[in-house]
C-alpha cells in the first residue's frame, strides 16, 4: 500500500464518527462511496425546499453554525449560510479582518474560545492547507468542521456540487470522459474533482492546460495530461473548467490574459471537439474573455447558474449529515 493511499485511508477514517456516520467533511479522500450517493439523495430531498413559499426545514433547530471564512468569498459563503438558515440553524458569520486572529491570537485559541460559546459546527474556508484537519483535531466530539476550501488542497462541497449537477444530467459516470481545463496546479477545486470523479467509476479524466499549469507531474492525480486543447476536449461528455488562481501564483505562469484565452479559452469553436451534448461547467467566479467566452458561459449548454443553485442542495446534505448527523426526515 502507497504512502498516499494510507494517508487517504486515515483522513477518510477521521471523518467518520463510531457509528459509521459522516463527522467531519473535511476532504473527499478516503471517503466512501456510499457516502456520495447518500449526500445526493438527501440533496434531492431537500432541493424542493427553495422552491417552497416558506424555505426552511427544523433539522437544526437550535444548533449553531460559525462560518469561520479568512479567505474572500462570495458564492460559497452565501450558499453555505443560505443553507444553514434553511435547515433552521443559528448562522454566525466571522468577520476575520475584525477578528482576534487579526489582534495575534492563535487560530486554535480562537476555535477554543468560539466553541466555549456551545458551538456546534465550524465552516471553515482558509489560506492554508490543512487548516480544516487542525481544527478538527482539536475540537469536542460533538462539534462538526466542515471544510470550504484550504489552501491548494481540497474544496470538497465545491466538488460535490458539481458531480451532483453532472448526475441531474447524465445520471451514471461509469463511461463518462470528463476534461478538467485551466491552472490545475493551484486548484483546490480539481484536486477534489478528481477524488470524486475516480471514487464514482470515471476512467477518462484528462487535465487540459499550458504545462506550466498543468504539469506532466499532475497525472499522478488521476488524470490524462494534455496540452493541446483540441486533444484534451475530444469527444468528452464534460468540460469543468477552472479560474486562473492568480492570488496563488508567485511568477508569471501565463504570459498575458490575451494570449491564454487564444490557446486555452473555451470558445464555440474549441468546445465544437467535445461531444455535441458536452455540459460546461465552471467552479467562479468566472473570467469572461480569460477562461471562458461570453457565448459559451451564456449558452444552453452551460450549468454554471445550476451548480450555484445546487451549491445550496449539497450543503444542506453535507450539514445534515455532519450537524444534525441524520436524514432528512423532517423535511
Known amino acids: 500500500m502507497s504512502d498516499l493511499v494510507a494517508l487517504a485511508q486515515t483522513l477518510g477514517a477521521a471523518q467518520y464518527d463510531a457509528g459509521g ?48 471564512f479568512f479567505e474572500a468569498s462570495t458564492r460559497t459563503r452565501t450558499t453555505f449560510e443560505i443553507a444553514a438558515k434553511r435547515l433552521s440553524a443559528d448562522v454566525v458569520t466571522l468577520s476575520v479582518s475584525a477578528s482576534a486572529t487579526a489582534k495575534g491570537e492563535s487560530l486554535l485559541d480562537t476555535i477554543a474560545n468560539l466553541q466555549a460559546m456551545q458551538t456546534d459546527a465550524f ?7 490543512g487548516a480544516a484537519q487542525l481544527i478538527a483535531c482539536h475540537v469536542a466530539p460533538q462539534v462538526a468542521v466542515v471544510n470550504a476550501g484550504d489552501g491548494c488542497h481540497a474544496h470538497p462541497t465545491q466538488a460535490l456540487l458539481d458531480l451532483y449537477t453532472i ?17 490545475v496546479l493551484h486548484s483546490r477545486v480539481a ?24 504539469p506532466d507531474r499532475m497525472a499522478c492525480l488521476g488524470g490524462r ?23 496563488r501564483m508567485a511568477g508569471g ?12 479559452g473555451l470558445t464555440e469553436t474549441a468546445l465544437a471537439a ?13 473570467n469572461r474573455g480569460v477562461e471562458i467566452a ?38
Open 225 to 247: 495530461v494534455c496540452h493541446d486543447l483540441r486533444e484534451g476536449l475530444a469527444d468528452v461528455d464534460v468540460v469543468l473548467m477552472l479560474r486562473l488562481q492568480r492570488e
Open 294 to 331: 461570453s457565448s459559451v458561459a451564456d449558452c444552453e449548454r452551460s450549468l454554471i447558474l445550476p451548480q450555484v443553485t445546487n451549491g445550496i442542495a449539497i450543503r444542506m446534505a453535507v450539514l445534515a449529515q455532519t450537524v444534525g448527523r441524520g436524514g432528512a426526515d423532517d423535511a
Open 167 to 183: 448526475r441531474q444530467h447524465r445520471g451514471s459516470f461509469d463511461q463518462l470522459k470528463v476534461a478538467i481545463v485551466g491552472d
Open 123 to 129: 465552516v471553515v474556508r482558509h489560506a492554508d492547507s
Open 253 to 264: 505562469f501565463v504570459p498575458s490574459d490575451r494570449e491564454y484565452f487564444e490557446l486555452y
Open 191 to 214: 484536486r477534489s474533482q478528481l477524488v470524486g470523479l475516480r471514487l464514482l467509476g470515471v476512467k477518462d479524466i484528462r487535465l487540459v492546460g499550458p504545462a506550466t499549469l498543468v
Open 21 to 68: 456516520r459522516l463527522r467531519h467533511l473535511l476532504t473527499l479522500e478516503g471517503l466512501r462511496r456510499d457516502t456520495l450517493e447518500e449526500l445526493f439523495s438527501l440533496a434531492d430531498s431537500l432541493v424542493e425546499v427553495g422552491e417552497r413559499s416558506v424555505k426552511k426545514v427544523p433539522l437544526l433547530r437550535g444548533k449553531t453554525v460559525v462560518l469561520l
Open 274 to 286: 467535445a461531444r455535441p451534448d458536452a455540459l460546461v461547467m465552471h467552479p467562479g467566479p468566472i
